[in-house]
């Protein structure tokens, strides 16, 4: 493989300090033919719609259909689970059968694969729960991060709702108790290979979804490939329907290949298909035969190019993918080039039913093709060809986030990486949010392939991949998969063998653990931090580290031992000469003593920050808006309100807009301390509640406070015009 350096007539000059960081490289995805462009910003949280449209190619169930009808008519919250084994078709039941009696959700429709076959391990039970609960409002930023708390902010925002949960694909009970929604006017409708009997206590009615009658599959058969040819050939359209055995995914690979092929008779498809079904149930047991017999011979009719972008494909490490993936397999490929028609041969396994299209350019497979696809890739692809294409869609990860990573933070220092792969069809957000957005939405499939670039001892590779999802951790915070994501860049770092990247990732896990109140591992990770980075020779590093474990022993109430840290920080940050460093060290000392009680000396250390910061707005403007939150704090403090306001609000109104939560609710805090000491208690008890749901729904151990200040407010149930606002003692 050759070495690719990304950024070749991509990019604008880096600087690379001596450490070997990338400092500000600006990765330009504009300038990549055929980048995929952001047009709209996403749409504003309303009502869910989350169903996957059915298949127009639906036949009988009317038993089943019968059995839902019945339940929903029941009082109380309907439950019920459809099992079978793959391929039988329970997807395609629930599918049609939500989509018919969807007007009965008025408030809604929620719907996940929980991956509970085909894959490494089933979808986090916390990760569906933040998937639900971002599509009923609750921005990214304001999950907590516990499976206890999700849960219950969860059954908060469904009750008294009139919701359908369609949870496909469930691996235990365990996983879907928790997604159950908690009003009685709500449904949950199951899909699983098991029956999930313990869902019974919960309410839940099992129903078994049997193979197909032989007149059903002919009529599913007729529907596909019409009914003027199932005439023409009556006996052996019966024929090749019963040997699919009653399968609709069997059925529809085969209808499908007919419908492609006019010309091509039934008698000639029915022959083959039983040939291989008797040379399939010799030599293997395991599956139903007439399954795997349909995806052979599916498979056999693909182009060479498409079947092989088939069985790589198998090899990405997410349920979900878009093109860019798919073009990187596809470049790859035998006698293919940078600009392969990665789309066109994905056309073609659309057109057989071995792809699905799961939204607008937004691709998986059935578990049972992947499973397929992935035996004729252990078959068929050498191991390094197999290597190649996983690789291939590792560095299309890397390099795509990369671009989203420099929009939203441009200042930060990056490790420079070599790639060995030409990274094609990137993302090219115009905003910070749109960059936030785009990896929000690949958030898993970076997870999973920085978790498979370890596996297969790409340890480099796995560490970039921690490293270039921070700026949404930084933004949008999903603490429970940060941890995790930090966990695994400090060991992908320890098996690269380098210093800088551990004690980055060291540095990052402490903070992790100090906000989760972890504090006993988070010290000790900080102290290892410090430690690493100055055995790298990375002083800006250490003394980061450093700051943080002064900020770990402000939080956990040794404020003394904290100031005194924060200024030893300053002074040696002052000696290195990075003004926006300097500048975040003084917002920690001015916001700690504020709190302190030394008002006018915060107020000298936050305007200083104010200062260095001010240049850095634009690629910044998080920390300037911190500047506003601790001077509002700070002259609070000397009572001088109506300055105190103007920052608070301007930095309130700035965190929201950043989607930063947890600072959004400091501002609305603060103006609630303001309101209160004007004597507005209308207006403090409205600042005070809504920044109690931000704490609640983030699990901040701030809300019992919080909850403490709204229950001492006493009358403050009008609005000022009507009790009186009180005067502006400023």
Known sequence: MRGYSFGAGNTHPATINTAGVVVGTSLQAGSIAGGVHFHHKSPPPGTPRQLVAPSRFFVGREEELS?????????????????????????????????????????????????????????DPGEALGVFLRALGVPSAEL??????????YRSRTADRALLVLLENAHSAAQVRVLLPSSSSGMALVTSRSRLAGLIPE?????????????????????IVGPQRVARERQEAEHLAATCGGLPIALCLVGARLAARPRLTLARVS???????????????????????????????????????????????????????????????????????????????????????????RFQFHDLLRLHALRKADAEDTSAERAQALLAMLEWYLAAAAVADEIVTPYRRRLPYVYFTDPGELPSPATRDEA???????????????????????????WQL?????????????????????????????????????????????????????HRAAEEHLQTAMLRSNEAGDAHGAE???????????????????????????????????????????????MLQSRMGRAGEAIVALRQAEALLTQLADA?????????????????????????????????????????????????????????????????????????DIYDSLGSSRAGGMRARIDGLAGSDAPPEVKGAGKDID
């Open 436 to 462: 936030l957005t785009w990896l929000d939405r690949e958030r898993l499939n970076l997870m999973s392939a920085a978790g498979a670039a370890l596996e297969h001892g790409w340890a480099e590779l796995s």
């Open 544 to 590: 980061e580290a450093h700051e943080m474990l002064a900020a770990l022993y402000r939080d956990s109430g040794r404020e003394a031992l904290a100031l005194e840290t924060f200024h030893q920080v300053l002074q040696a940050k002052r000696g290195l000469g990075e003004s926006r460093n300097v500048g975040l060290t003084l917002i920690n000392i001015g």
């Open 67 to 123: 059995k839902l009808r019945s339940l929903l008519a029941a009082p109380g919250r309907a439950l019920a689970v459809l099992s079978g084994p793959g391929g039988i078709g329970k997807t395609g039941l629930a599918r049609r059968w939500a989509e018919d009696n969807k007007d009965a959700f008025p408030d809604g429709q929620l719907h996940i694969d929980l991956g509970g076959v085909g894959y490494d391990s089933p979808l």
């Open 203 to 223: 309410g839940g009615v099992l129903i078994e979804v049997p193979p197909l009658s032989l007149a059903e599959s002919l009529n599913l058969l007729t529907h």
């Open 620 to 692: 910044d403007p998080y920390n300037l808006f911190r500047v506003k939150i601790g001077l509002a704090g700070a002259y609070l403090h000397l009572g001088e309100l109506r300055t105190a306001q103007a920052a608070a609000a301007e930095a309130g109104e700035g965190m929201r807009t950043l989607g930063s939560a947890f600072e959004h609710a400091e501002a609305l805090d603060l103006l609630g301390l303001i309101s209160e000491r004007r004597g507005d208690l209308f207006s403090a008890r409205r600042h005070f509640t809504t920044a109690l």
């Open 144 to 153: 907590p991060p516990s499976l206890q708390e999700l849960a219950a902010l």
């Open 271 to 361: 022959r083959d298909l039983s040939d291989e079904t008797s040379r399939l149930t010799v030599l293997d047991r395991s599956q139903d035969a007439s399954i795997l017999a349909t995806f052979d011979w599916s498979y056999r009719a693909l182009g060479a190019a498409p079947a092989a972008l088939y069985r790589r494909l198998a090899l990405h490490p997410g349920q979900e993918f878009g093109l860019g993936p798919i073009v990187a397999v596809t470049s790859g490929l035998p006698g293919a080039g940078p600009a392969a028609d990665g789309g066109g041969h994905a056309e073609i396994l659309l057109e057989a039913n071995m792809l699905q299209e799961v939204t607008e350019e």
């Open 466 to 518: 921690a490293d270039v999802i921070w700026a949404l951790l930084l933004y949008r915070k999903h603490y429970r998969d940060r941890r995790i994501i930090d966990a695994r860049g400090v060991e992908a770092a320890r098996l690269w063998g380098n210093a800088w990247a551990e004690g980055r990732m060291l540095k990052r896990l402490g903070r992790t653990c100090t906000v989760v109140g972890d």
